[in-house]
């Protein structure tokens, strides 16, 4: 069936620094979503792409969707504490109503 | 606002227990999931319902069914809880099957002892 891999699985990083992860899916995807959760809490929808290339930016974070619809990224510049969390990419399968996560990237920002 | 309200924060069951775990949602979806998150394992789909009455596997239905007689509410049983169902149980909703974000209850800590 269909997977949806994300990586790196954890990430340190100093305040400050920049982030990114990656999420690669075994099928093509008609869309992808980006959620956050932070530590004790539940997944947050961040944003959706759709277009092939398509790329979205939400202050310090920016989203690309590759060409292929096949793998996507989260940039995070310049990371602050908030930014703590684990970030999920999702998307349906297509022609089903299943809708499916990442492994997730755990981020722990250290001040 | 949306509300996806799962009905424990925290369970403790013991070994071959049948648990129902809740889920209601009041956002009128058609689509409700259940997920249990493991840490290096992500989000990973137990059963999903489009509609009430419906339901599909998702990539781990083994140990688990699912019951969706309302479209608000969808439960989740484990017929004879075992330990390696010890995990977070998250229910999510959707309306329909394109672009629509997922909204997520608060989830389910479950410990079978």
């Known amino acids: 069936g269909q997977q949806v891999m994300q990586i790196p699985q954890y990430q340190h990083v100093q305040e400050g620094e920049d982030f990114t992860t990656y999420c690669n899916s075994s099928?093509?995807?008609?869309?992808i979503q980006w959620y956050k959760q932070r530590p004790g809490g539940h997944p947050v929808f961040l944003i959706q792409l759709v277009k092939s290339g398509e790329v979205k930016k939400q202050k310090r974070l920016t989203f690309q969707f590759g060409e292929a619809k096949k793998n996507s990224s989260l940039h995070i510049t310049a990371t602050q504490t908030t930014d703590v969390g684990t970030y999920f990419c999702?998307?349906?399968?297509?022609?089903?109503?299943?809708?499916?996560f990442g492994t997730g990237t755990r981020l722990k920002v250290l001040a | 606002d949306v509300k996806v309200t799962q009905s424990s924060r925290y369970l403790v069951k013991r070994t071959g227990e049948k648990v129902f775990l809740e889920c209601v949602q009041d956002m009128d979806h058609e689509n409700m999931f259940w997920y249990r998150q493991d840490p290096g394992l992500g989000l990973r789909l137990i059963y999903f319902s489009y509609d009430v009455k419906m339901k599909e596997k998702g990539d781990i239905p083994e140990g688990y069914s699912v019951s969706r007689e309302k479209k608000e509410r969808f439960s989740l049983i484990l017929e004879s809880a075992s330990t390696n169902q010890t995990s977070m149980y998250l229910c999510?909703?959707?309306?329909?099957?394109?672009?629509?974000?997922?909204?997520f209850g608060q989830g389910t800590r479950l410990t079978v002892v």
């Open positions: 099928t093509t995807l008609s869309n």
């Open positions: 999702a998307g349906p399968t297509s022609g089903t109503y299943k809708y499916i």
């Open positions: 999510a909703t959707r309306q329909g099957a394109g672009l629509a974000e997922a909204f």
